[in-house]
């Protein structure tokens, strides 16, 4: 398969800082946003519409990986300020990673 080249700008919509990550060869793109001081994680289609990626009780979220079967992978960050990792299959529910290690992080006045 030849090389996919993508030129385009783009920019989650609302967002204060849009950045993106991953690509797969199908044209994914992942990433994370930033909009009003809450960190999202989203998948931009080769369409170019967008899905959020949000994980339920979370304080933010970021996708870190996409293969080309579209599965996605990703960390969050829980109530306590645990760094935890999620598997995003498609057509299948969202699942944190079972036997996560926890590991602190210290975003910014969110976990003081």
Known sequence: ????????LFDVSGAMDTTPAPINAK???????DS???VFGFLRMR????????VKD??????SGINDSNVVTGYYL?????SLGFIRVPFVTFSPCAGASRLPLAPPDRCE
């Open 27 to 33: 044209g994914m793109v992942g990433g994370a946003y």
């Open 78 to 82: 829980d109530s306590s300020c645990n």
């Open 58 to 63: 979370s304080i933010g979220a970021t996708v």
């Open 1 to 8: 398969m030849p090389p996919l080249v993508l030129s385009a």
């Open 36 to 38: 009003q001081f809450e």
């Open 47 to 54: 369409a170019g519409h967008f899905e959020t990626v949000f």
